[in-house]
């Protein structure tokens, strides 16, 4: 595709319930960066892949929040049980090269809605 | 803790005049230091980004200045437009880690 595509672009979740957020990358970008952006802040790191595997994990919040990119392409960012403070815009990004000193080209976002 | 400080959280400025938004760093690894431009219901892109070793970059109407040794680096916009109208996010990484850091964000409005 021309950009990176994320779906929903919306979602409103009952609290408790399980949510899964959907990546697609620029064909062929190595790298795949999940963000979580807060209503009037910036984007805070959460996960990090090298084509299928994640080489960093330490901005994921808690054990309710797992994401998988198991080809190398398409990644998922599911958050279990939710609650209402993972209301969010979840933002994807994704660079040609293995690192991240080169542009990162973000998708719109999902927002996320817990009530 | 927040690695990356920016000032002011928003910003109006009459069109024509010049737009300067600021941010500081702390970590001394940090050696990649883009800025990008929001608008509503849009993902961030990517402005303007400068490394360490030089002290200014210049693109059409936006500049960045960067002081390695006060550890800030700021933002210019030149004859700033109404267009220019978004939330602008300064961010830094370093080769010790992949993401990026970003600042809290300034919303610009430009009056016509």
């Known amino acids: 595709g021309a950009g990176v595509s994320q779906s929903p672009r919306y979602k409103v979740a009952k609290r408790g319930q399980d949510v899964a957020l959907r990546c697609d990358p620029i064909?062929?970008?190595?790298?795949l960066f999940w963000y979580q952006q807060a209503l009037g802040q910036g984007p805070e790191f959460l996960t990090y892949?090298?084509?299928?595997?994640?080489?960093?994990k330490s901005g994921l919040p808690s054990d309710r929040f797992f994401a998988e990119r198991p080809e190398g392409s398409v990644s998922t960012l599911k958050i279990q049980r939710t609650q209402q403070e993972d209301s969010a815009v979840y933002l994807c990004?994704?660079?040609?090269?293995?690192?991240?000193?080169?542009?990162?080209?973000f998708g719109q976002g999902t927002r996320l809605t817990v009530v | 803790q927040q690695q990356v400080k920016q000032s002011p959280q928003s910003l109006i400025v009459q069109k024509g005049g010049i737009s300067i938004i600021n941010c500081a760093y702390e970590n001394t690894a940090f050696d990649y230091f883009p800025w990008y431009q929001q608008f509503p219901g849009k993902g961030p892109a990517l402005l303007i980004a400068i490394r360490p070793d030089v002290s200014e970059k210049k693109e059409g109407r936006f500049t960045i200045s960067f002081n390695k040794s006060a550890k800030q680096f700021s933002l210019h916009i030149m004859d700033s437009q109404p267009g220019d109208s978004a939330t602008y996010f300064c961010?830094?990484?370093?080769?010790?880690?992949?993401?990026?850091?970003f600042g809290g964000g300034t919303r610009l409005m430009v009056k016509p």
């Open positions: 990004a994704s660079t040609p090269r293995g690192v991240v000193n080169t542009e990162a080209f």
């Open positions: 892949f090298q084509n299928e595997a994640q080489l960093d």
């Open positions: 961010a830094a990484s370093g080769n010790a880690g992949n993401m990026l850091t």
């Open positions: 064909s062929g970008h190595v790298s």
